[in-house]
């Protein structure tokens, strides 16, 4: 009878290693993701950077973020932070209104971008694949890298570094003159940025020199708003499989490369355990010991 209560307190404790730990795998491998969506976009020339309002849905969820990228080295700063919109909200969250009052006080007087089409301006846009990055070992796919090549009159103005899920997903361009530049444009590039739990859209924007001639002409009924950017006469819908109809001026720019689509891939490697997994182990083996000796026990008194 020992030997069985023995066995009992062993099956005990294998169930609760076994739940504890794919509670933990679980959870480890959950993520709370979202889309971003961004809008508003100005120029300040103080500082030469185009100023834009963030809103992300992903991780806890912030209130909208006011960012500005520089039009001279494309780095990206965050000029209203989700902090900062929480502790303006305090206890008031719902109250959004406080936040859009308090960005428009930084960003009224800034000059409004102009809405291009960018057909009319020759501006096209070739999508290639580069690599990809795995989950180790599941070798499940987490995001895809891209370059997105941009021709103005089948010349090569700028490589820009995209990130993606699928080689089949569309990339949607939107493009803007900033007032007072000829030579530089900003592109809104919204697709989505990788494949976590079905992949979330991702807007971004880019800077884009070397231009010239645009036709500023306005785009009516154009406003970028705080959702998905939805095509239109002046943007661009690009697919990585198109093919590309542009002839490169300066071959030494030119990618020639040709990617093998199975072979470019980064492993990411993810820790078999962790502290949590061993914190649940030790737990359940104590439970399972004081299962064992209450059953036991018991079985003692019962004689």
């Not at 520089?70 to 969250?93: A, P, Q, R």
């Not at 154009?222 to 198109?242: I, Q, R």
């Not at 020639?256 to 914190?279: A, L, Q």
Request: proline share 4%.
């Amino acid at each position: 009878m020992k030997k069985k209560l023995n066995l009992l307190s062993l099956f005990t404790l294998l169930l609760f290693i076994i739940f504890g730990v794919g509670f933990v795998n679980e959870s480890a491998q959950a993520t709370v993701g979202g889309p971003s969506y961004i809008y508003d976009f100005k120029y300040n020339s103080k500082d030469e950077s185009v100023y834009y309002t963030l809103i992300s849905e992903g991780g806890r969820g912030c209130p909208p973020m006011l960012y500005k990228i520089s039009l001279n080295t494309s780095k990206i700063d965050v000029v209203f932070s989700c902090d900062d919109g929480e502790k303006l909200l305090g206890s008031n969250y719902n109250n959004i209104q406080l936040i859009t009052e308090r960005i428009n006080k930084i960003t009224d007087s800034l000059k409004n971008l102009i809405p291009l089409d960018l057909k009319k301006n020759q501006i096209s846009v070739d999508i290639n694949f580069l690599s990809e990055e795995k989950l180790s070992p599941d070798d499940y796919v987490i995001k895809r890298n891209f370059t997105a090549s941009v021709f103005q009159n089948n010349k090569k103005v700028a490589d820009l570094s995209l990130g993606g899920c699928n080689i089949e997903q569309p990339f949607v361009f939107a493009g803007y003159a900033i007032p007072g530049f000829e030579k530089k444009i900003i592109l809104l590039l919204s697709t989505k940025g990788d494949c976590w739990e079905g992949g979330y859209l991702s807007e971004s924007l880019h800077v884009v020199g070397g231009v010239e001639n645009l036709d500023k002409t306005y785009l009516s009924n154009f406003y970028k708003t705080p959702s998905a950017l939805v095509p239109n006469e002046g943007t661009l819908v690009v697919f990585e499989l198109d093919e590309a109809n542009n002839k490169v001026d300066n071959p030494t720019n030119s990618n020639t490369n040709i990617v093998d689509r199975n072979t470019n891939v980064i492993s990411v490697e993810i820790p078999k355990m962790n502290s949590s997994i061993v914190v649940v182990a030790i737990v359940s083996l104590l439970v399972g010991i004081t299962f064992g000796k209450f059953f036991l026990n018991k079985k003692k008194v019962l004689k």
